[in-house]
């Protein structure tokens, strides 16, 4: 194999100062156009590919920013780095993406990796709002934005949904449709999916129908919702007790549907079920879903447009954006079959 070309050969071969070498790859004009098309003609000529990790360190910048969100494979988590893509690319920045998996030894770990790799940066869904990760980044003065939860600190930019209101309009539109039972279906132990059953409860138990609550917690997937059913029609006699359940995501208010379908239970003429997220394919499940819809590409958008404006502007005031939520009424909810609207907007 032969041996990498260097700008000093590049240099050499040129009959020029590495100095000039350098000018030319970074286009300053003022190089003389004989000897800008000389070098260019070599490293074009040798294939030769500048180190940009060198040429950044009189700049201190690499264009590149570290995106740790917590479950890769969720498309809530996918729309959300195609929104900060989107920001990202246009204003010349690269994404580095990792996945924590819910897990903050390795979030921080992740975090850490991303500060030795030399980025801008950093964007994060973080496991918990004042974690390990945000004092790592906090001591070594990187620039860094929390996405899909909200922090006391008012030094911390981020950019959340208001998931209170997103459970309390879950609430309110199964308050109106005359259910018997209402169950609350929580997921992971994170700020968001916690505000949203709260939101939800609160609803419920203010209109004075806390008594017909049940809350069931740790139901985070497709699996754990399928798997839970037996349980709910055994323990709430879904089977005869017209029954709202809301659910932390849509994965899990999938998995309740076809649990629900595979024990012969209606839905939504017996049972309603309303998720949260809006993921791509909720409108075209089988049972179109009811679900309380994150705006997520916007969400990565502003994120990346605020870390960008705390790259630039080390005074930046840090934004701290909460995001509406809507309510879209599809099939799998009562409502749906009603005189209630299809859409409901706060």
Aim: aromatic share 6%; charged share 25%; proline share 4%.
């Amino acid at each position: 194999m032969s041996k990498q070309l260097t700008m000093s050969d590049i240099a050499r071969m040129a009959g020029v100062s590495i100095a000039t070498v350098s000018r030319v790859l970074s286009n300053h004009p003022m190089v003389r156009e004989e000897t800008r098309n000389r070098v260019l003609s070599l490293v074009k000529e040798h294939r030769y590919e500048p180190s940009y990790v060198a040429r950044n360190l009189s700049t201190r910048r690499t264009h590149t920013i570290g995106v740790v969100v917590d479950d890769i494979s969720n498309p809530f988590f996918m729309e959300l780095a195609k929104g900060v893509e989107s920001v990202l690319q246009k204003n010349g920045y690269t994404m580095l993406l990792t996945s924590s998996g819910w897990d903050t030894a390795k979030e921080a770990d992740l975090i850490r990796t991303l500060l030795r790799n030399r980025v801008d940066g950093v964007l994060l869904t973080p496991v918990h709002p004042e974690s390990e990760s945000t004092d790592v980044m906090r001591r070594n003065g990187v620039p860094f934005v929390v996405m899909n939860c909200h922090s006391d600190n008012e030094s911390v930019s981020y950019v959340s949904t208001d998931n209170v209101e997103g459970g309390r309009l879950a609430a309110e539109l199964m308050l109106r449709t005359n259910l018997t039972r209402f169950l609350c279906l929580s997921g992971v132990p994170h700020q968001s999916t916690s505000e949203r059953a709260e939101g939800f409860m609160h609803e419920i138990r203010s209109n004075g129908r806390g008594d017909d609550l049940s809350v069931y917690d740790e139901v985070r997937t497709f699996d754990d919702g399928y798997n839970i059913v037996p349980s709910l029609i055994a323990r709430n006699r879904l089977d005869v007790v017209r029954t709202g359940i809301f659910t932390s995501n849509d994965f899990v208010a999938m998995g309740i549907l076809e649990g629900l379908i595979a024990h012969g239970i209606p839905v939504p003429s017996q049972v309603s079920v309303i998720g949260y997220d809006d993921i791509a394919f909720a409108e075209r499940y089988r049972i179109p879903l009811t679900t309380v819809i994150q705006a997520k590409h916007s969400m990565g958008q502003l994120a990346a447009d605020e870390l960008l404006e705390l790259i630039q502007d080390r005074n930046h005031t840090p934004a701290r954006l909460l995001l509406k939520p809507r309510l879209i009424v599809r099939d799998s909810c009562i409502a749906a079959h009603t005189h209630e609207p299809r859409s409901a907007v706060p």
